[in-house]
């Protein structure tokens, strides 16, 4: 796992626009994986976010880089809560609901839908997908069933924030000075 792949993959999360952010990485060993997270974490640490390995199969990671505040403030959603129950997490806390969410990812015959609320989407548009809807009037970074202006503005200005932090990645910003500490997040 490298620089470049956390900042391609996880640009808006860094730059305190997002929630969190989820990418897939090759890894030879465990062990090298948990010390490269070790190793980012105590950057991200630092900037309010965190840095986990949800599994681990077949050479590859899927990582989840999250804002921790961010997250405990999504996840208070009625919404969200009803939804997540409705699905078994039982307990609130967000470690506890990442352990769950880990433990569906492992064990599931399908990814589980719901991790759209551990990655700051609306909490209607993930009802909706889950739901089966094919109503969608956007579709990004997930599908949004409303107010489909509002939605391709937030896709477009994570897809500029990416463009913009891989550039200054390439010219030499490190992934410290790229985290930001906190940010208002921008909420649909």
């Not at 949800?54 to 961010?70: D, G, M, N, Q």
Request: proline content about 3%; charged content about 30%.
């Amino acid at each position: 796992m490298s620089e470049s792949e956390i900042v391609r993959y996880c640009a808006p999360t860094l730059a305190g626009l997002k929630t969190a952010s989820l990418f897939n990485t090759a890894c030879d060993s465990y062990e090298k994986l948990i010390r490269e997270i070790r190793q980012a974490n105590r950057i991200l640490r630092k900037r309010g976010m965190k840095l986990i390995p949800l599994s681990f199969a077949k050479k590859r990671a899927l990582i989840y880089v999250y804002r921790e505040s961010s997250l405990a403030a999504d996840l208070k959603n009625e919404m969200s809560r009803k939804i997540l129950q409705q699905l078994g997490y039982v307990n609130k806390d967000i470690a506890s609901c990442i352990s769950t969410l880990s433990s569906r990812i492992r064990n599931a015959q399908e990814f589980p839908h719901e991790i759209g609320l551990f990655l700051g989407y609306p909490p209607y548009d993930v009802d909706c997908f889950m739901k089966g809807r094919n109503d969608y009037v956007a579709c990004g970074m997930w599908k949004a069933y409303s107010d489909a202006q509002k939605a391709n503005e937030t896709f477009a200005m994570f897809d500029q924030c990416t463009k913009n932090y891989t550039k200054r990645l390439e010219q030499g910003e490190s992934l410290e000075k790229l985290a930001v500490k906190s940010a208002v997040m921008k909420r649909r």
